[in-house]
């Protein structure tokens, strides 16, 4: 066991330090792309259409580590990654976030072959450490989420009351940013900057959706755009809109009612196996030695914990009813 801890300390650190020599090299090479591509933008502004679709310049960097940087944007799954942490409110790059990852699950990794001795234990415990920090992002994002859903009709109806007041749309916009709470006012402020700073409106609104792509703010969209094509009452239009996310969450809640007792069994079955491990290795601890220092327990203890995961899931979908 300390040989094979040995050589993957040794591993880690060549590998660091090959990394990060690497990336010192790569840093003045990234610089002068990156003015490259700026001055190269410059140029070709005076050449692009009237109808030619704007963007607006942001900080998309995967990593500050030009190397990582350049690595990373090959993959569709950490451009993936990226957009779940700004869905979630948190400032992190994709790139940190993934050394992060490999961090939490090399220590829980090395923690598991150190306590157990038993590789089998131990690339499980770092396949579940290096998904903990996924998990808690997919969490915060759920959250914000809910926290969104909750101020949407609130702003919907100030939004409707400012344009029904004789101002302008995009100047409603701005007045949802001052007065709706966090964070459905920092999105709303996006929206507002981006079509101030010179992009059509329809994509600012489409690029809303995709920050937040919730059923209401895409119906949302779908009704102000539709709006803006072929006219109406726009101020009577938001007022339905809101009446029905209301109605919506109405329905969500007595959904959750109806579902209390899935949930509640699905809180036991999970609660049940650890508790019942955990009690008995307090008052019989000669019966449960087995399960932690057997191969055979070992192999148990693994499957039984992949099982409980599959159950979670299987009951989780079963109570999970779209509205």
């Not at 938001?238 to 329905?251: A, H, P, Q, T, V």
């Not at 049940?272 to 000669?286: G, Q, R």
Request: with cysteine; charged share 20%.
């Amino acid at each position: 066991m300390s040989a094979l801890l040995i050589a993957f300390l040794v591993f880690a650190v060549v590998a660091l330090a090959t990394f990060a020599l690497g990336s010192l090299f790569d840093q003045r090479r990234a610089q002068a792309r990156l003015i490259r591509d700026r001055l190269a933008t410059v140029q070709k502004a005076p050449e692009r259409e009237p109808d030619e679709e704007l963007a607006l310049l942001r900080d998309e960097q995967l990593s500050e580590i030009p190397a990582l940087d350049t690595l990373l944007r090959r993959s569709a799954r950490v451009s993936a990654i990226q957009e779940a942490l700004l869905q979630a409110g948190m400032k992190f790059r994709a790139g940190n976030f993934l050394v992060l990852c490999l961090a939490c699950g090399g220590v829980a990794g090395i923690a598991a072959l150190i306590w157990s001795g038993n590789p089998a234990i131990a690339w499980a415990a770092l396949i579940i450490g290096a998904f903990l920090p996924y998990a808690f992002v997919s969490y915060r994002r759920q959250k914000r989420f809910e926290k969104i859903e909750e101020l949407f009709p609130e702003a919907i109806d100030t939004l409707a009351r400012a344009v029904r007041a004789g101002h302008a749309f995009t100047t409603a916009l701005e007045m949802i940013s001052n007065e709706i709470a966090e964070p459905l006012a920092g999105e709303f402020r996006k929206l507002f900057e981006e079509q101030k700073f010179g992009m059509p409106v329809r994509d600012a609104l489409m690029n809303l959706t995709q920050r937040v792509p919730l059923v209401d703010l895409k119906f949302f969209v779908t009704a102000v755009m539709l709006q803006r094509e072929t006219g109406g009452n726009l101020a009577e239009i938001l007022d339905n809109l809101s009446y029905m996310i209301r109605e919506r969450f109405k329905i969500q809640r007595q959904v959750r009612v109806h579902t209390a007792q899935g949930r509640l069994t699905m809180a036991l079955l999970m609660a049940m196996p650890p508790a019942v491990v955990a009690i008995l290795a307090v008052f019989s601890p000669e019966f449960v030695r087995p399960l932690f220092y057997d191969p055979i327990g070992h192999t148990l203890l693994v499957v039984s914990i992949a099982l409980q995961t599959i159950g979670y899931f299987v009951i989780r979908k079963i109570i999970k009813i779209q509205v």
